[in-house]
């Protein structure tokens, strides 16, 4: 179909044509971010937009869902397929309304959740003392070992024993390495806790096997479908089993599974309409993500990742826990003198994008923390190899190690451009 916009509204036509550029000439690395298939935007764009289906399949508050049912349903039956679950809600509205909901179905205000730390690579929905999440729960936070910046389990374990939390989130924002799903579940076993993988970041590592899956341990998964999973903005819920393990303890009146305490979190409790165009997005996505070039683009994520991460460290930089086991890379950038915001604005200048981050015990402030925060997941889709990734933590380096002059900045921005132009971003747009 033919673009409209131009004639409709050409200043918006204006901007969205700018960041498309942006998008195509820059590299983009913040690891949530990804670049959707052609397919996917299109059934974004699509007339599904148009219609409201409060409810769930077969039961709505709005007539002429026969079509969108069965879209929601081959939504719902493809993420259980390709997660091996029993249940999906595909209807939260993002990564955040899921942790919501998760919380908002299974706690009561004031009880107390167990996450980890937004300083130390958590995210504002774990527990934040700003978010819902910190407002309406007792929030207590686990974090990081001092000297290793790994998770440690017997630490986690000492806190959940002393302030015994209803449910544990395990899952981070800005975690290097491999989360121990089977730990997690041994803690919550022991004080009696719902366990909350969240996997937002990490979704499309487990589907390409790449990362260890939560199924076996987890009473609930909540993820976004926008990041590694290369899908729309989006989220879901996954329950591995539906089966209230704690059901005695916590929902003794209700004869409610966790399905049916989730799906009724999610509406009435806290959305109305789902997003349909959304949901049909994210269906197509998950056929997407069950094909088999889906592993070997999980396994080259990670490959890219570590092959950026070497390439950093021979230049000089301390990453975080040493390096990476998964698609992203955090950099703390205190013996080279220059604070995260500073690094950000000088990559930003020359067409790379990464986001300031604040390291495990950071003594600089989150809008001037210490670190970077990048990953492989959007260049992987471009195709960059392991031996462009070198070639772009080089020119990474040579933006933060060097004096940066206008002769750097147009040798660099020529590397860049050789790096972009080898892998065209939409060339059909
Ligand atoms: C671990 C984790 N959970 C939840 C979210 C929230 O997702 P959204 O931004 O779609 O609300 C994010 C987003 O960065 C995340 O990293």
Redesign the pocket.
Known sequence: MKSSLPQNDPELDYWLKKELERQRDSLEMIP?ENFTSLAVMEVLGSILTNKYSEGYPGKRYYGGNKYIDEIENLTRERAKKLFGVEHANVQPY??????QAVMFGLLNPGDTILGMELAQG?????GYKFSFSGRYYRAVNYGVDKETHLLDYEAIREIALKEKPKLIIC???AYPRIIDFAAFRKIADEVQAYLLA?I??IAGLVVAGVHPSPVPYADVI?T?T??TLRGP?G?MILLPNVIDRWHDLYHPNGKKNLAELIDSAIIPGLQGGPHNHQTAAIALALKEAAEVNFTAYGKAIVANSQALAKTLIANGFSLITGGTDNHLILIDLSQQGISGKQAEILLDNVGITVNKNLVPYDQRPPLDPSGIRLGTPALTTRGFSTDDMREVGEIIAKVLLQPVNQTVINQVQHRIKALTNKYPLYPEL
């Not at 958590?122 to 774990?126: E, F, I, Q, V």
């Open positions: 949530s993002s990564g955040s309304p899921a942790n958590g995210h504002l929905t774990h899952g981070a924002t969240d937002s970041h909540t976004t926008h990041k903005r989220a």
